[in-house]
């Protein structure tokens, strides 16, 4: 299957899927440190350009310090996140998703020296879209990846309704389609969840939405094992 | 076994490791009260346990394909714990970071003496060849850089400036300022750039011995020569030497894409970066102390220059002892 989510497997046995996060949230999050280093910088030499040749000095230090270490810093100990990537909920890991320490932190900022060039991040967005896990030259050097920030749980459950019988016999993947439309059902506008309701046929007849949104409920709650 | 039943059966274990994960949350946020809270029914002993029962009820929601929001719940539960017990590392910081200065930066030198000795070799070679050239035939110079930053230079290594090094203007917090932005971001691009095979590292070192190179000549034989080298005499062994191991850290990238061995290319890479960035974390304490001793030793004036030629003297062979012989005691 095509799609961004990346399975690590981890020493129980068992696999972990982390959803990666591709070349534009990421140029989003890069814009949004950006924005906010130019803000920065901007307040820091309003207000030490008053203090003359030390003021400079300053100046120049803290500008240094934003651009290739601040980000690094960030990483390791603010929780994998610059504040671009906080707000767009991107994390950085390393590549057996374990949280990111100094020397790939330092690494992937380094090198970003080589993803800027030779315009506008050219080779790192090109090296992005040469592998599967959308990782700039920094990333593959470091051993990164960059990752959705795991949502909390909605907290959804299947709805409480008496169980019933599905009328023919469901495959695995059909049940899981119904679990799934039974949870997220509340997520979802009314009209959309009647909508969808109607689609399977063998299960909910010609009955309307919303008669075939209940059915469904109920059918999921049969599939569960609630009595 | 279906869900309900999987459900009320296991409920309570997911429920006390959550609790203890929002608990360590909020330990490591230090937010206040945290470590005051009544210790749940998980003590931190049988965290490995649960997390592991945790990682089998996983496999099993995913393998009997319970409904997604269970398995979404158990995967994040799985990866929080995950991050914990394998995210975890001791860390001694300060004394650790001094442990590595005094031993571990000079092993990692010696370690790729090879590549220290490559990187040094394009950086001092056309220094040293352009110093002996334009003594020869000083208008070489022109060919290499414009008159105008020749004339500055002149400005600056004026035999009359009441400090060395920079126009009468200049601050010295300014001149470390810029020394450190600008000298630190030389090493890091030498070093980054050497991820194109190699050759920007090449191109970097050329390119600064060629114009330091370029620099010293003119103003030796311009007659700015006790100025010029009583400036430069103080910061120019970490300087120079930090710039060359920037160098060797970039061949070392290079060198892992060129011959990557019995590795992939990307496996090669991802083994070279680590030890490149060891050399990288001390050529940045490096230039840290050459930008410190450019800024606030070099320009002075009060000592005459034979005090500064000896205390250059002194560094060279402090920093080349330190990297020829750090460390080894313990190393054995």
Redesign the interface.
Known sequence: MLDTARRIA?P???E???RLAGPVPRAGAWALDFLLRLAILAVLAMILGTL???G??????C??FLE?LFPAWCEVNWGGATPGKKALDLVVLHD????V?W?AA??RN?????DF?PLFYGFGFVAMLLNRDFKR?GD????TIVVYR?PK??G???PQAAPLRPPVALT??E??AI??F??RAQGLTEERAEELATIPHALVGRLDGRAAADRLVRI?NY????K | MRQAIFETRHVADWRRFEAWLDRNDRLRRREPGAAAEPVDALPDADVPQAYRRICQHLALARDRQYSPELVDRLNQLALRGHHLLYGARASRGMARALEFLLTGFPRAVREERALVAAAALLFFGPVLALLAVLQWYPDFVYYLLEPEKLARYQEMYSPTNKRLGMRDADDNVAMFGFYIWNNVKIGFQTFATGLAFGLGSVFYLVFNGVAIGAVAGYLTQAGYATPFWSFVAGHSAMELLAIAISGAAGLKLGGALIAPGLRSRKAALMAAARPAVRLMYGAGAMFLCAAFIEAFWSPLTAFPPLTKYMVGAILWGVVIGYLALGGRARAA
């Open positions: 981890t129980e046995g068992i972990l899927a982390l003359g040749g030390f400079t000095g300053v100046f120049l230090l500008w240094f290739w057996d998703g374990t949280p320490r020397p330092l690494a380094l090198l970003r020296a080589i060039l030259l593959l050097a470091a051993g795991e749980p909605r959804f459950q299947v695995l993947a049940q899981r679990l799934d039974a949870e999921a599939l569960v094992g609630r």
